[in-house]
């Protein structure tokens, strides 16, 4: 389960960045929110044995451009969502919704 958010308009973010800050800046807004991300969710994350909390990873690729942030256990959908026998428990949405305010501002923060 992942959560992604895009934005168009990259090639002119990137032209700004350029004159405005390094690529480097960029690297380090995307690593540092993933990480915050990731800790949110295992803050968030219902507990049980624990071992849904503890699937909980982050991945940075594209070159330090994107970042992945989510649980890997095969369950975790059923815990997020609920089930026609178990009410929902969301942790990642709740985790993506208050990080995603924070990314902007970060990104935005880099433009000025």
């Known amino acids: 389960m992942k959560a992604n958010l895009s934005f168009k308009g990259i090639d002119q973010l990137v032209k700004h960045l350029d004159k405005a800050a390094t690529l480097q800046d960029v690297k380090h ?4 929110n993933t990480a915050d991300m990731t800790a949110k969710m295992q803050k968030l994350s219902p507990v049980d044995t624990g071992n849904m909390k503890r699937s909980i990873k982050m ?10 942030a989510g649980p890997h256990t095969d369950y975790s959908a059923y815990v997020e969502y609920g089930t026609r026998f178990q009410a929902a428990q969301p942790f990642v949405k ?12 970060d990104l935005e923060r880099l433009l000025k």
Do not use: R
Not at 59 to 68: C, L
């Open 59 to 68: 991945e940075i690729t594209d070159g330090g451009f994107s970042g992945e």
């Open 29 to 32: 807004v995307v690593k540092s």
């Open 94 to 105: 709740p985790a993506f919704d208050v990080q995603k305010g924070v990314f902007i501002n």
